[in-house]
């Protein structure tokens, strides 16, 4: 049985953007829950998630936030399961400074970190972490990736027949 990945978003302002990852996590037929908790206004429902999520069956956290973008490292800190973090793009920085607040965290508190607004990596990356114990999902990963690199030699055929 496939364990169950928490997409946490700060703010339902970041919906829009993890809609990929809802969709890429359903296509490799991975449960999944989405939750709102902020980092700085709901810190102790943060602590409780993190803190019980590898009880409630999950095997991964992803956590969406800007700006500050505390909220992936916060989770972490109260779990053992990996969590990976989606800076959001902002309209001040473009998202470094969510980047940089997602990847330089402290030792001992890891983050892993796609790029922003990479909703759909971070649903690839939390599916490739499960598929480790499950040879179905990894399966379906393999397929992905053999889609992908088929898409790729279709569009160098294509290009091959343009005249330049």
């Given at each position: 049985?496939?364990?169950?990945?928490?997409?946490?978003?700060?703010?339902?302002?970041?919906?829009?953007?993890?809609?990929?990852?809802?969709?890429?996590?359903?296509?490799?037929?991975?449960?999944?829950?989405?939750?709102?908790?902020?980092?700085?206004?709901?810190?102790?429902?943060?602590?409780?998630?993190?803190?019980?999520?590898?009880?409630?069956g999950?095997?991964?956290?992803?956590?969406?936030?800007?700006?500050?973008?505390?909220?992936?490292?916060?989770?972490?800190?109260?779990?053992?399961?990996?969590?990976i973090?989606?800076?959001?793009?902002?309209?001040?920085?473009?998202?470094?400074?969510?980047?940089?607040?997602?990847?330089?965290?402290?030792?001992?508190i890891?983050?892993?970190?796609?790029?922003?607004?990479?909703?759909?990596?971070?649903?690839?990356?939390?599916?490739?972490?499960?598929?480790?114990?499950?040879?179905?999902?990894?399966?379906?990963?393999?397929a992905?990736?053999?889609?992908?690199?088929?898409?790729?030699?279709?569009?160098?055929?294509?290009?091959?027949?343009?005249?330049?």
């Open positions: 049985m496939i364990k169950k990945v928490a997409v946490i978003m700060g703010s339902d302002s970041d919906l829009d953007t993890m809609r990929p990852c809802l969709g890429r996590l359903k296509s490799f037929g991975v449960p999944f829950e989405v939750h709102i908790i902020s980092a700085h206004r709901t810190p102790a429902a943060a602590e409780a998630f993190a803190s019980q999520a590898k009880e409630r999950f095997g991964a956290i992803i956590a969406a936030a800007g700006k500050a973008a505390h909220l992936a490292g916060v989770l972490a800190a109260y779990t053992t399961l990996p969590v973090g989606v800076p959001i793009k902002t309209s001040m920085m473009g998202g470094l400074d969510s980047l940089l607040s997602m990847v330089q965290m402290p030792k001992g890891p983050v892993a970190c796609v790029a922003v607004d990479g909703a759909d990596n971070a649903a690839i990356l939390a599916a490739q972490m499960l598929a480790l114990s499950d040879e179905t999902l990894a399966d379906k990963l393999t992905f990736k053999t889609d992908m690199a088929a898409e790729v030699e279709a569009k160098d055929k294509k290009i091959q027949m343009e005249e330049f």
